[in-house]
């Protein structure tokens, strides 16, 4: 063998040095001898490098906030909630009188209702008092029987109570209920796949349980109105929609409007296709029907609900907006990140994902713009996965992170107000499941209503941008949102800020709050999956502690970590956290 030595430039002259090349034998044996002499130094550490005087260490980011104008101001009710018409069919409309569903939609309040859904052009409203009679469920059997019996027993209890009215459902009740809804679960993901849907009865009765469900939990209900029900001229039959104002109307119920859900779609669903120009026309009818009605004549309206803005959504909304753009409150369209064929945790790490929904708003806002400018617009039931979501995915800590920067972004673009698809229902897109435990995206939610108000601050970032490679895009793992923190939260005197760090990076990143946020106290809110499940796990943990909710069925407190003053934030990896900022004294969050 062949050995091939580098020889030194200068070397002494004498023929006593050391060979200038060693065998691979010999170095074999020097590399031996220098690990016994390093485990022989015991504990003995090297030397510290001696820094240069005066030069700092260097922080990865440094981040500022302008504090004299908000960038934006988002409606109070920015984060709601929507509820769809399969919990109906599926059984769950009787116990949304819980006191623990309650307890847990309270905590999201203030916020709107929606109570619409892939079912609302599905929806019939018939004014009958005995709910039993036009229940569907699985059959006629002895448990069924006594569940009927059950439900009609806490009717009548309901009745008896003055105000808002809640039920304490025994267990064995839920028990069975559960088993009814699991067996319907499996009945309306075949119809969502088949695109064949069976018509829904809503009761009188069954508004009323909705309608305490909104008021008790201080939220305001915005109610879809079925639009598929049509004349031979394609316009649209309100005969079934004016019995329900009348009824609501009768009850003083506080209640707004919408027509339809996701027109776009309706020859795939009903074999009969709505033009733009059409639902127009329909909205239009819808108005003239409120006026008339005193507790509704000025009743807000929103529409048209429709689905991704692809190129035939588009021209739908483009025909609806030139008839009735002056008619609605509000513009409306609906998102839905990934199909039902999620099968990874990573998918929803994606920043490519996460980046798709800008696109969708500015082609929205494009056309809003063209006919109604300044108008406002709302997104109505985003949610992660379409089908009804992804077991142990979308109801899991990883969705969270779509979640949160779903909010970051629309406020940032101006949407006025976004609607989560859904507060409780079959599926697992929900924030709450079916034995009424809160799940990460319902922490997440909460820990958003409580330190983030309206007004949106421009943030300031050195140090994050990298430079691009040739061929490659440089994507944000790093997301920072500032806002005002709620004025509403006394922990906090106006003029706090409150930062919401998104880290999708797989190492801790340093933040160094810099100008106006230097050397402030910070309250830290850093959440994190609890348990072995890691990113896929349905519990969380808050600066440490699980959150869970109190035996008595109440909302824990939100304990934060309070950092020191002038302190670098610590980013854990693949984390998302809240960061109030107290007494900046910011000009834009002393005043409402």
């Known amino acids: 063998m062949r050995v091939l030595c580098a020889f030194p430039e200068a070397m002494p002259s004498s023929n006593s040095r050391p060979p200038a090349c060693l065998t691979p034998v010999a170095l074999f044996l020097a590399l031996l001898l220098h690990l016994s002499l390093s485990s022989q130094a015991g504990d003995r550490r090297p030397l510290p490098v001696d820094r240069v005087p005066g030069l700092k260490e260097k ?104 105000g808002c009215k809640i039920a304490q459902h025994p267990d064995v009740m839920l028990e069975l ?128 609900n429709i689905g991704r803005p692809r190129k035939n959504v588009i021209a739908l909304l483009d025909g609806f907006m030139k008839v009735a753009g002056s008619t609605v409150d509000a513009v409306t369209w609906q998102h839905c990140y990934i199909d039902g064929r999620v099968v990874k945790v990573m998918d929803f790490l994606k920043t490519r994902l996460l980046d798709t929904l800008s696109d969708q708003i500015r082609k929205i806002q494009k056309v809003v713009n063209t006919y109604t400018p300044g108008k406002k617009i709302w997104l109505e039931g985003v949610v992660t996965t379409s089908a009804g979501g992804t077991n142990n995915l979308s109801d899991s800590y990883a969705a969270g992170f779509l979640w949160l920067n779903t909010l970051g972004m629309l406020a940032n673009q101006g949407i006025d107000v976004v609607i989560r698809h859904s507060f409780f229902d079959h599926g697992y897109n929900h924030l709450v499941d079916q034995n009424f435990n809160p799940l990460p995206d319902y922490w997440l939610s909460l820990l958003y209503k409580r330190l983030i108000g309206p007004k949106v601050l421009a943030v300031h970032v050195a140090g994050l941008q990298r430079k691009p490679r040739p061929g490659r895009v440089i994507r ?98 693949v984390t998302m956290g809240f960061y109030v900022v107290k007494n900046v004294n910011a000009l834009a969050c002393r005043y409402r």
């Not at 695109?195 to 109610?223: E, M, P, Q, V, W």
Request: proline content about 5%; charged content about 20%; hydrophobic content about 35%.
């Open 59 to 162: 922080t990865l980011i440094l981040l500022d906030v302008s504090t004299k104008n908000p960038v934006r101001t988002v409606n109070e009710n920015f984060l709601s909630l929507q509820l769809d018409p399969s919990i109906i069919h599926d059984g769950w409309l009787d116990f949304l009188s819980s006191k623990r569903l309650v307890t847990l939609a309270r905590g999201l309040s203030p916020a709107f209702l929606r109570f619409g859904g892939k079912r609302t052009d599905f929806l019939q409203f018939q004014n009958l008092r005995n709910p039993a009679k036009s229940r569907g469920g699985p059959g006629p059997d002895y448990y069924l029987k006594n569940y009927e019996d059950d439900i009609v027993r806490s009717d009548v209890a309901l009745d008896k109570q003055k």
């Open 177 to 304: 209920q559960r088993e009814k809804a699991a067996q319907m679960h499996l009945v309306l993901l075949k119809e969502q796949f088949s695109n064949t849907y069976s018509n829904l009865i809503l009761t009188a009765r069954s508004l009323d349980k909705l309608y305490n469900f909104a008021d008790c939990s201080g939220l305001h209900l915005i109610f879809a109105l079925n639009a598929l029900c049509r004349n031979p001229n394609n316009s649209w039959n309100s005969s079934s929609a004016l019995s329900l104002l009348k009824y609501s109307a009768s009850k003083k119920y506080n209640i707004s409007w919408e027509l339809g859900n996701e027109p776009n779609n309706y020859r795939t669903m009903h074999g009969r296709a709505v033009n733009g120009s059409q639902l127009g026309k329909d909205y239009i009818q819808l108005k003239s029907l409120l006026q008339p009605i005193r507790i509704y004549s000025r009743a807000s309206l929103y529409g048209p």
């Open 476 to 573: 944000d793992k790093l997301r920072i949102y500032a806002h005002c923190t709620n004025h509403h939260n006394h922990n906090y005197v106006r003029g706090s800020i409150t930062l919401f760090i998104i880290n999708l990076h797989r190492s801790r990143k340093k933040i160094k709050l810099a100008g106006t946020l230097r050397d402030k106290l910070v309250h830290q809110y850093l959440l994190q999956p609890y348990g072995q499940e890691g990113l896929k796990s349905k519990s969380v943990q808050l600066n440490g502690q699980p959150l869970v909710m109190v035996d008595d069925g109440t909302l824990p407190e939100l304990k934060p970590r309070p950092l020191r003053a002038g302190r670098t934030l610590v980013i854990p990896p």
